[in-house]
């Protein structure tokens, strides 16, 4: 049974109960879930947690649904201690989650396993998306997992290794014309005419709660604690809210400690509309038209940006914007430091961070934690110049002729 109460604005405060709706009709503002934390706390223990699945159903009390209906082993994925990328850019407590490690290959499998579970207990036989690729993949496995019917859009320019591993699981895939954005918009008109849980607009109250596990996991793998600096992407900047509502879950039920996390935000400079609004020390959060390279996370008018940008200021975190070329830098950095190689996504985290240590805004000794959300086998076209092997015959004498000189001790 879960703990799930209401839907309540996040803006005007106005309940509502826990329908398929995602905007509060007074305000327009996104809905919130929330949850009796009095009776969650008798049930929910780190023992009890700790002897769950090894999987993000290991928090399944703490998710706004009645039991998991669809289970592709998600989550649980692994904190991995950075050394060499910590001592390459300055860091003695560096770890990376490694979100890359879910069955779709990004963390998108999250948000879904919540969202098309909750699809299922409200009776859609038929869910969609607007997606900038990973979603799309993500709602086609589990759609295909549960037999229900799937309609994912995304923007027509998709990279290929998105297109498909999406399309593999044999959704209704719509390419469209136009940004995320425009796709965005085309979906929330569609809601009202045709009877679908649309994962991330109608269901999206659900969907949101998903991305709590992150700071779950977070948190337990490092011995039930907080980390001091958290580096996260955003595109519409709902994760990294609910990596921040995670943590704070947890040290109201008394699992953790209070936490101190300083939230950095980090996005494309092609696409960087939080970040633009936080530099400039504003409340409003003014639309761009994206131009990046790092597609996953290109939403040029995030839904959520003001509340990203709310716990960037007030946990005294940051946001942080990289140029292309240092986010092909830093995925390079990454997969030849650590062996990870994250999609364009991950190399704004790593290039963000990277800024933020040489900026002092985050220190050597601070306990940090950065969230690679999604894998470079999807996004290969960005760091295509790496392949220049060295073609030989199949011959001792081929081998030694053109690689002699790299050979030590020859
Ligand atoms: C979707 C996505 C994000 C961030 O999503 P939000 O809209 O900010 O919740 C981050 N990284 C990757 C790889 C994504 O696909
Ligand atoms: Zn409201």
Known sequence: MSYAKSLRCSKCGREYPLEPINLCDFC??????TYDYRSMSEVVSREAISSGPVTMWRYLN?????????????GFTPLIKAENLGKEIGLDNLYIK?????????????????????????????????????????????????????????????????????????????????TYDDVSRLCTQMVG???????????????????????????????????DCAVAPAASGLLFTRIWKGLNELAMLGLIGPVNTHMYLTQAAGCSPIVNAFNAGSLHVHPVK??????????????????????????????CAAFDEEI???????SQTEGIFAETAGG??????????????IKRDELTVAFITGSGLKTQEAVAEVVSPITIQPTLSSFIENCADSVEGY
Not at 292 to 314: V, W
Not at 348 to 361: E, F, H, M, N, Y
């Open 328 to 334: 092909i830098e830093a995925m390079k950095l990454l």
């Open 98 to 178: 490694n979100d890359c490690l879910n069955p779709t290959y990004s963390f998108k499998d999250r948000v879904v396993s919540v969202a098309i579970s909750k699809a299922m207990e409200f009776g859609f036989d038929t869910v969609a998306c607007a997606s900038t690729g990973n979603l799309s993949a993500s709602v086609a496995a589990h759609a295909a997992k549960t037999g229900l019917k799937a309609y994912v859009f995304v923007p027509a320019n998709l990279e290929q290794g998105k297109m498909v591993s999406t399309a593999i699981y044999n959704p209704t895939l719509i390419a469209v014309d136009g």
């Open 290 to 319: 994206p131009n990046t390279i790092a597609r996953s996370i290109a939403i040029g008018n995030p839904s959520d940006g003001q509340y990203a940008l709310r716990i960037a200021r007030e946990s005294g975190g940051g946001a």
């Open 348 to 361: 704004v985290v790593i290039a963000g961070l990277k800024r933020l240590v040489d900026s002092g805004a």
């Open 193 to 227: 005419r045709f009877k679908w849980g649309f994962i991330n607009i109608n269901l999206r109250p659900y969907y949101a709660e998903g991305s709590k596990t992150l700071g779950y996991e977070v948190a337990e793998q490092l011995g039930w604690r907080a980390p």
């Open 62 to 74: 703490l998710l706004p649904i009645n039991d998991k209906v669809v289970d592709l082993g998600t």
């Open 28 to 33: 327009f503002s996104p809905l919130e879930v």
